[in-house]
Every structure is written in C-alpha cells, then in structure tokens.
C-alpha cells in the first residue's frame, strides 16, 4: 500500500519570503501523479499543483513549484513571494496511475503553514 | 468550472438518528465520487468510492451498514449515517472526478460537511 508523510506538522513564513514544505511517499508502482491541495479555515480542498511521476521537469504555478526527486521518492512544494491567503494547511497526496488501478488519493497528515505579517 | 456541492454544511442530531449528506456534481457527470473522513486536525481519510449504478467499494475498517452509500445517478452520491452515534462526529468530504474526462482528469471536492451527534 502507498503512504503518504509529512514530516512538519506545522511551518512559519514571514510575507513575502519564501518556504518549503516537504513530502515522502512510499510505493512500488512507476506510474502514479502527486499532489499539493490547500484547505484553507473554509476547509475547502483546493489543487495547489500536481506532478505526473513520467515527467521529469518540475512543475509550476504561478507562485508555486515543486522539487520531484523520483528515486528519492520526494516531493516538496516551494511557496515563492509568500502571501496571507497562503495560510492554510497543505496536504500531498498520491494516486496510483495504473489502469485498473485505485482512482483514490492518499494523503499526507498535512502541514499547517502560517504566514507572519 | 467544476463544481461539487455538498449539502448541507453543517448538521446536528441526536445519538441514535441517521443523517443523510448529499453530494452533487453540478456541471458535469460523475460516474464516480469518493468520500472522505477527516477528523479534527488529521488528514483526509478515503471512507469509500461511490459507483454509479453499483455498489459502493468500502475502505478496509469502514462498516458497510453503517455509512450507506448511493450513487442513483450520475450527478448525485448521498451518504448516509446510520444510527449516528457522538464517535461518529467529523468532517465528511466528497470528491468527483468529471466522467468526461480522461482517467486523468482531476477530482473536485465539495466543501464538506460538519456531523455532531449529540
């Protein structure tokens, strides 16, 4: 079965600076796409980013990048220019990629980021 | 956009009732919906995944007679819990993916939906 860490519970950044929140995952598939959602106090689950395990270049929006390390099974979220209405919790997730396979997402415990004034 | 919306946000009920949440895909088809758990500061638990015009496929520890799932059309999925009891007191959030899309298309959640049992 596939699992999903976060090893911070809980991050600070000052406005404007930037941060990073980390994940791990454990799998033995090849094929599977990875995910940063934010809910914020609304607790609305919003995607951040995804990443499909195939492709090898980061990616990006706006704001927001991830660093993919596949062999390292890792997949960190940089939040760049950081901004109030970031504050939120984030929480990766994975998906398998199979045919066949689960349509599910298993999460990470999530990482409650605040942003200082 | 996409948009789920589940309803309603908010219930409270006495220990012993059963309460049904809904979750609709307004804009799109869904053949099939997820719903989730999630209890106070934790993370998202996959409770089970609603098929349209079958059975629901339950997570391991998830008790089938106790949160009864129907996915009668192609835009709804309720939930039910039965015989509520103040344990069963979380956040319930349900998920779609829009049918027309590929298998990797994205999930859009609804914004959930707050059970106290009292």
């Known amino acids: 079965a596939q699992t999903v860490t976060q090893s911070q519970p809980e991050m600070s950044v000052q406005e404007a600076e930037t941060v990073t929140l980390s994940c791990t995952y454990d799998t033995s598939e090849s094929d599977y796409y990875l995910f940063w959602y934010k809910q914020p106090p609304s607790r609305q689950m919003i995607l951040v980013i995804r990443?499909?395990?195939?492709?090898?270049q980061n990616a990006t929006e706006n704001r927001f990048s991830v660093n993919f390390q596949k062999a390292a099974k890792s997949f960190s979220l940089k939040i760049s220019d950081s901004q109030l209405g970031d504050a939120a919790m984030y929480f990766c997730?994975?998906?398998?990629?199979?045919?066949?396979?689960?349509?599910?997402?298993?999460f990470g415990k999530g990482t409650k980021l605040t942003v200082n004034p | 956009g996409a948009v789920v919306s589940q309803h309603p946000s908010r219930v409270i009920c006495k220990s012993g009732t059963s309460v049904k949440i809904e979750c609709r895909s307004l804009d799109f088809q869904a053949t099939t919906m997820f719903w989730y758990r999630q209890f106070p500061k934790q993370s998202l638990m996959l409770m089970a995944t609603?098929?349209?015009?079958?059975?629901?496929?339950?997570e391991q520890g998830v008790e089938k007679d106790k949160f009864l799932i129907n996915h009668a059309s192609l835009t709804l999925s309720t939930l039910t819990v039965t015989s509520a009891h103040p344990e069963d007191s979380s956040f319930y959030i349900c998920s779609a993916r829009d049918g027309r899309g590929t298998y990797n298309s994205p999930l859009h959640f609804g914004n959930g939906t707050r059970l106290t049992v009292t």
């Open positions: 997730a994975y998906r398998s990629d199979r045919t066949g396979g689960s349509e599910k997402l298993v």
């Open positions: 990443q499909e395990a195939y492709k090898q």
């Open positions: 609603s098929n349209e015009g079958s059975k629901a496929t339950y």
